[in-house]
Structure formats: C-alpha cells, structure tokens
C-alpha cells in the first residue's frame, strides 16, 4: 500500500493536546492584537510561528521555492494589511491559507507557466515536522511524481489535495479559505485525489 492511501502515518494525539493548543490559540490571538497596534515584534513572531505553513503551501501551488518566497512575502504584506479586518479570537489558519491562495493565484496569472519541476527544485525544502501520509510522501522517493501531479490538476482540484491532504485541513476550513462550499472542497478533493492516485500509477509511483 502507498503512503498515498495509508492513515496509519497520521500522528497520534496526546492527552494534554487540547491543552496545548489552547494555549497555542492563546498567544496566538494575543500576537495578532500586538501586531494590528502597530508592534513588529509580534508581526515578525506571528511570521515565524506562521511562515513554514504558508511556504509549502505555495510550494505545492507554484512548484518552485523561488516562486514560492515571492508568494510568501505577498501573503504576508497582505496578512499586515488586513490584520485589523481580522477577529483575533477566530482561527487565523484558513485565513491565512486564503491569502495564500490568492497570493499563488495572482502570481500565476503574471507569469507564463514553464517547465515547474525540477531536480534542483527539490533541493533546500524546508522539512516538515508533522508528517501525515501525502508529507511522508512528498518526502520520499514519490515527492517528484507527486509534485508533476499536482502541476497536472486544475486549480480547484490542486488547491483542495494540498489544503486537505497536505495540509491536514478540515473540509470546513478548506472551504473558507478557498472562499467555497464544503461540498465543493470534497468534490475538488474527491477528483483530485483520483486523477494524482492515476498519475502516479501510469508513472510507476503509485500501489504496487
């Protein structure tokens, strides 16, 4: 069985878990309102708590760490900007992932799409320390394939496999970010998963 199709990899929660995301939730609510009053410190915390989520997640979008470091500087000029729009007590993720969306959309859109994938692309990538079954991937010998099989998805289908499958988000929070419904975000993940299950097996890189 591939790493694609086996949950046994997903992390297994410790008791004080709710505990520690409380209080994760807690310093994180507080930075925002530090940084909406103008304190960069907290700004450039809130980057370093938040910033490895938002590069590989542009990274699966764009497929290049460059493009993806411009993507991030983006997302989070736009983070600054609209801090005040932002409720502190909410969860800042799928806002943060929206932003990203936009962020890697925009810049596709000024950009003529070229060869995205490369071995020297995959060179430098930050390491993941929450490995569920399509990171263990992205981190073994599938990671090329893979990455060519996002790149062969439409938009929606791409955006919903890396928030859902790569990024562990819940279809709820998916779907906030990409400003869509829960049924959508499934459906988009639902052939999204199908098309990249079929590249890989036309590749060599799927269930053997």
Same mark, same amino acid.
């Given at each position: 069985?591939?790493?694609?199709?086996? !949950?046994?990899?997903?992390?297994?929660?410790?008791? @004080?878990?709710?505990?520690?995301?409380?209080?994760?939730?807690?310093?994180?609510?507080?930075?925002?309102?530090?940084?909406?009053?103008? @304190?960069?410190? =907290?700004?450039?915390?809130?980057?370093?708590?938040?910033? @490895?989520?938002?590069?590989?997640? =542009?990274?699966?979008?764009?497929?290049? &760490? =460059?493009?993806?470091?411009?993507?991030?500087?983006?997302?989070?000029?736009?983070?600054?900007?609209?801090?005040?729009?932002? @409720?502190?007590?909410?969860? &800042?993720?799928?806002?943060?992932?929206?932003?990203?969306?936009? =962020?890697?959309?925009?810049?596709?859109?000024?950009?003529?799409?070229?060869?995205?994938?490369?071995?020297?692309?995959?060179?430098?990538?930050?390491?993941? !320390?929450? !490995?569920?079954?399509?990171?263990?991937? #992205?981190?073994?010998?599938?990671?090329? #394939?893979?990455?060519?099989?996002?790149?062969?998805?439409?938009?929606?289908?791409?955006?919903?496999?890396?928030?859902?499958?790569?990024?562990? #988000?819940?279809?709820?929070?998916?779907?906030?970010?990409?400003?869509?419904?829960?049924?959508?975000?499934?459906?988009?993940?639902?052939?999204?998963?199908?098309?990249?299950?079929?590249?890989?097996?036309?590749?060599?890189?799927? &269930?053997?």
């Amino acid at each position: 069985m591939s790493a694609l199709e086996n !949950p046994a990899g997903l992390l297994l929660l410790m008791s @004080d878990a709710p505990a520690r995301e409380e209080a994760a939730s807690a310093t994180m609510a507080a930075l925002i309102v530090r940084a909406r009053s103008g @304190d960069l410190d =907290a700004f450039d915390l809130l980057m370093a708590e938040l910033g @490895d989520r938002v590069f590989r997640t =542009a990274r699966n979008l764009l497929g290049s &760490p =460059a493009d993806a470091q411009d993507a991030v500087q983006e997302t989070f000029l736009r983070f600054y900007r609209s801090l005040d729009r932002f @409720d502190a007590e909410r969860d &800042p993720a799928p806002w943060l992932y929206r932003l990203t969306l936009n =962020a890697c959309h925009d810049f596709n859109r000024k950009r003529s799409w070229k060869r995205w994938l490369s071995l020297d692309a995959l060179k430098g990538e930050r390491p993941d !320390p929450s !490995p569920g079954p399509y990171r263990q991937a #992205l981190a073994g010998e599938q990671r090329q #394939l893979i990455r060519e099989g996002l790149g062969k998805l439409s938009a929606g289908e791409r955006a919903a496999v890396v928030l859902r499958e790569i990024e562990g #988000l819940s279809a709820r929070q998916a779907a906030e970010a990409m400003a869509c419904s829960e049924t959508t975000v499934r459906s988009h993940a639902s052939r999204g998963r199908a098309k990249l299950r079929a590249y890989l097996e036309a590749r060599g890189g799927g &269930p053997r």
